[in-house]
T-cell receptor, first 110, second 111 residues
Framework: ELKVEQNPLFLSMQEGKNYTIYCNYS?????LYWYRQDPGKSLESLFV?????AVKQEGRLMASLDTKARLSTLHITAAVHDLSATYFC??????????FGAGTILRVKS | DVKVTQSSRYLVKRTGEKVFLECVQD?????MFWYRQDPGLGLRLIYF???????EKGDIPEGYSVSREKKERFSLILESASTNQTSMYLC??????????FGPGTRLTVT
């Protein structure tokens, strides 16, 4: 059974700073997903990581996957207020079922 | 663009009522999913469906049932709503085992 753990669960950071959100998963997962959720809104897909060593970048966000360590990271570079949201990682279990982490609430302070 | 819609954004029901949550997608996706989202727990899968009239239990199916009579529509049913079913319910759909697209969510309050 796949279990996904994110940390930290809450992150308050200053604008312009860098930080990393970690996502550990317990068993083999073919792929790893990152989603963003704004308050009161639904989930928006950010990245899909398909293989070991995969790295994807979009703006100030960069996601990577290390399947041997069963670890994915979401790195935030020079944070801006617009990045404030909740970020979820999810692994895929057999039967195409997504298993989500608890989410990381990110607040970027001006 | 993929569009996944849910019948209500906010819903208030009484304990014991039968509740229907509807989800419709317009992209001919085979796979559809129902999740509930609770603070600190992330999203948990209730039921999913790979095809019309096909359903499979997710991680927390107790107290819920589903119906998929047409490919584009996937309904979540609470036979007798209870206060512990107060939550945000999210529907998702996807064509392959690659990505899921989420609807806007229904915030259900059971009093």
């Amino acid at each position: 059974e796949l279990k996904v753990e994110q940390n930290p669960l809450f992150l308050s950071m200053q604008e312009g700073k860098n930080y990393t959100i970690y996502c550990n998963y317990s068993t083999t997962s073919d792929r790893l997903y990152w989603y963003r959720q704004d308050p009161g809104k639904s989930l928006e897909s950010l990245f899909v990581l398909l293989s070991n060593g995969a790295v994807k970048q979009e703006g100030r966000l960069m996601a990577s996957l290390d399947t041997k360590a069963r670890l994915s990271t979401l790195h935030i570079t020079a944070a801006v207020h617009d990045l404030s949201a909740t970020y979820f990682c999810a692994g895929m279990e057999y039967g195409n079922k997504l298993v989500f982490g608890a989410g990381t609430i990110l607040r970027v302070k001006s | 663009d993929v569009k996944v819609t849910q019948s209500s954004r906010y819903l208030v029901k009484r304990t014991g009522e039968k509740v229907f949550l509807e989800c419709v997608q317009d992209m001919d996706h085979e796979n559809m999913f129902w999740y509930r989202q609770d603070p600190g727990l992330g999203l948990r899968l209730i039921y999913f469906s790979y095809d019309v009239k096909m359903k499979e239990k997710g991680d927390i199916p107790e107290g819920y049932s589903v119906s998929r009579e047409k490919k584009e529509r996937f309904s979540l049913i609470l036979e007798s709503a209870s206060t512990n079913q107060t939550s945000m319910y999210l529907c998702a759909s996807g064509l392959y085992s690659y990505e899921q697209y989420f609807g806007p969510g229904t915030r259900l309050t059971v009093t």
